[in-house]
């Protein structure tokens, strides 16, 4: 999987990060970088929140 280094620089994971703070950046990772996968206490909550999942981006 590819890392979006530019996207990364440019979204940093807020310190101490929330659950809403992580779903969001979770959901944009997903659509702008591959490096890694959804964790599965992100995904729970997508799936609780009723949220799709997004594919996980092949490049
Ligand atoms: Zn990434």
């Known amino acids: 999987m590819a890392l979006n280094r530019a996207w990364h620089e ?3 994971m807020p310190p101490n990060a929330n ?4 779903i ?7 659509r702008e970088c591959g ?3 959804i ?3 992100v995904l729970k909550a997508l799936e609780e929140r009723r949220i799709p ?3 996980r981006r092949v490049s």
């Open 39 to 41: 964790p599965a206490s």
């Open 53 to 55: 999942i997004p594919e």
């Open 24 to 30: 969001a950046w979770h959901l944009e990772h997903a």
């Open 10 to 12: 440019s979204h940093p």
């Open 19 to 22: 659950l809403d703070q992580r």
């Open 35 to 37: 490096c890694r996968a």
